[in-house]
Each structure stands twice: as C-alpha cells, then as structure tokens.
C-alpha cells in the first residue's frame, strides 16, 4: 500500500485548515414556483433566474412548464435565449390580447404604419403643392418687376404686332389681390 506523508508547514501547523465554505445556491424562478427541487443542469436555470420569477409566471400561465422544458430541450444551446425572451412576449401579449395576442399587437402595428405612410404622401404632395406655389408667385413676381422697369407704351405699333408681345404677359388679377410687391417678400409662415 502507497502511503503519502504530508509535511505541513510550521505556520500552517498552528492553525486549522481552511474548510471550504458552503455555497449555497438559490434554486431557480422556474424550480421556485413549481416547488421541486432545482438540479444542477436544470434546462430552467440559466433563462429562468431566480431575482425575476415574474418572467416564469407569465410564460407558465400560457405555455406551461412542460412545453417550455420540451421547446428548450429541442432548440440548441446559442438558440434558447431568444426562444425563452420569444415566448415571454408572446405570453405578455396573450394575456393582454387573449383572442389575438402577438397577432393583434403586429396587426395593430401594421395599421399604424399604414397610417402614418398616408400621412407622409399626403404631406409631400402638400410640400410639393406648396414649392409649385412658391415657384409660380416667383414667376409672377419677376414678370411685374420686369413689366414695371421696361414698360411697353400700349399706342406704338410695336406693341400691337403679335411677335412683340410680351409671351409671359399674364392676367394676374386673379393671383394678386390688393397687395404690393413690399408685402411679397414677407414670409407666408409665421
């Protein structure tokens, strides 16, 4: 039979050895709430912990701890995250939306985005419209001034044969109403 001697050193002989401290580890949110006994591999554990047992309420109340195990057990390790974060919401949303759950949120989400696309054409075809506007009030803007420094007499011969006409001459009557051209060059928004 081996034998091994130990020699303990002289500083180590006057005191005891140290004994290992005890570790105690807190079951997990899963094992907690269904009352068994958490095992060291327990599938629960690492998605599960236990400063968050509502997480595991939730997910327990729609799927039940049975098909959560079954799930996890089928996915691979790097996938199981995302499962368990998957089936929490969808049980967050089936206990808000017992009739539709996730459904009901991305179908309400859907028409939201819907929504706010027709607000956004309609709000370019409204910048649009506007720039047109601007664009047109420029024209007409230029044709008074030009009008108002070069005017042409009404009685020369000149003004009365068609290629003399000026072709950007326009009524605009209808355009401008009671303004002068100082109140042009204000801003429209205030």
């Known amino acids: 039979m081996n034998t091994i001697e130990v020699t303990l050193s002289p500083s180590s002989s006057s005191s005891p050895p140290p004994?290992?401290?005890?570790?105690?580890?807190?079951?997990?949110?899963?094992?907690?709430?269904?009352?068994?006994?958490?095992?060291?591999?327990?599938?629960?554990?690492?998605?599960?912990?236990?400063?968050?047992?509502?997480?595991?309420?939730?997910?327990?109340?729609?799927?039940?701890?049975?098909?959560?195990?079954?799930?996890?057990?089928?996915?691979?390790?790097?996938?199981r995250a995302d499962a368990v974060s998957s089936m929490v919401y969808e049980a967050n949303a089936r206990l808000r939306d017992p009739v539709y759950g996730c459904a009901g949120a991305i179908c309400q989400l859907q028409n939201q985005v819907s929504e706010l696309q027709a607000q956004l054409a309609k709000t370019?075809?409204?910048?649009?419209?506007?720039?047109?506007?601007?664009?047109?009030?420029?024209?007409?803007?230029?044709?008074?001034?030009?009008?108002?420094?070069?005017?042409?007499?009404?009685?020369?011969?000149?003004?009365?044969s068609p290629e003399h006409l000026n072709p950007f001459q326009v009524n605009d009557a209808c355009f401008i109403d009671d303004i002068s051209l100082g109140s042009l060059w204000e801003p429209l928004w205030t």
């Open 19 to 79: 004994q290992p401290t005890p570790v105690i580890v807190s079951p997990c949110a899963a094992c907690k709430i269904l009352r068994r006994r958490c095992v060291e591999k327990c599938v629960l554990a690492p998605y599960f912990p236990p400063t968050d047992p509502l997480k595991f309420t939730i997910a327990h109340r729609v799927f039940g701890a049975s098909n959560i195990i079954k799930f996890l057990q089928e996915l691979p390790e790097s996938q």
């Open 124 to 160: 370019q075809a409204e910048v649009v419209s506007m720039k047109c506007q601007h664009t047109n009030l420029l024209a007409l803007i230029c044709m008074k001034v030009t009008n108002q420094q070069f005017p042409v007499p009404n009685d020369s011969p000149e003004s009365q």
